[in-house]
């Protein structure tokens, strides 16, 4: 199993600021994501954060937008820019320990609040 | 793409009644998961199915794959308080990003 720990846990932004949300791993993970939740929603997937590269986006996500980093094997930032007030929602940081299963474990989220 | 429908959306149930969500994909996947995420908290794996027709049990809940392995189920017997919160199926083909469904949400009363 892997223990995530996600900084902020909640924070309230205005509008056309940006917020970077750290994620740290009790371990180090070959696969790391990134989901967004709206309360009541599933899970969509922003990105998987590739170590050593530039993050891998899914359609509607892109770079500018939501910057990824990820400099080692046990820690993520995703950063949301130039937010505005659709950008509310539970930001997700989710890992895949090893390539034999491909069970993932969540952190406890971030909760963005824009006005 | 990949696209996981899950049914139904909500349910409400007795303790002690059962539950059933189904999980149905577009594609046949190398495998399917199940997560649990409890209100206010995050999704929580319970477990993986990837050979056709599989059945696995984890005391009161029953998982099925489908043989066609484009389908899933998650059944509850005798539900608890403790089994509040909505269950996710997630699939993916070879080593693909997970295709998470739309969730069932599940409320117990006592």
């Known amino acids: 199993s892997a223990v995530i720990s996600q900084k902020p846990s909640r924070d309230i932004c205005q509008r056309g600021t940006s917020l970077t949300i750290q994620c740290q791993v009790d371990?180090?993970?070959?696969?790391m994501f990134w989901y967004r939740q709206q309360p009541g929603q599933s899970l969509t997937l922003i990105a998987t954060?590739?170590?050593?590269?530039?993050?891998?986006?899914e359609s509607g996500f892109v770079i500018d937008k939501f910057p990824i980093s990820r400099p080692n094997l046990t820690f993520s930032t995703l950063t949301v820019s130039n937010m505005s007030p659709e950008d509310s929602s539970i930001y997700l940081c989710?890992?895949?320990?090893?390539?034999?299963?491909?069970?993932?474990?969540f952190g406890p989220g971030t909760r963005l609040t824009v006005l | 793409g990949q696209q996981v429908m899950q049914i139904p959306q909500y349910q409400h149930v007795q303790e002690g009644e059962d539950f059933t969500t189904y999980c149905n994909s577009s594609?046949?996947?190398?495998?399917i998961q199940w997560y649990k995420q409890r209100p206010g908290g995050h999704p929580v794996f319970l477990i993986q199915?990837?050979?056709?027709?599989e059945v696995k049990k984890q005391k009161r809940l029953t998982f099925q794959f489908g043989e066609a392995k484009k389908n899933s189920s998650l059944h509850i017997t005798a539900t608890q308080t403790t089994d509040v919160g909505t269950y996710f199926c997630?699939?993916?083909?070879?080593?693909?990003?997970?295709?998470f469904g739309k969730g069932t949400m599940l409320l117990v009363s006592p």
């Open positions: 989710s890992v895949r320990p090893g390539p034999i299963y491909n069970e993932q474990f």
């Open positions: 371990s180090q993970v070959t696969m």
């Open positions: 954060a590739n170590q050593g590269s530039e993050a891998t986006y």
């Open positions: 594609t046949t996947l190398s495998n």
């Open positions: 199915l990837v050979k056709s027709g």
């Open positions: 997630a699939g993916n083909s070879g080593y693909s990003t997970l295709t």
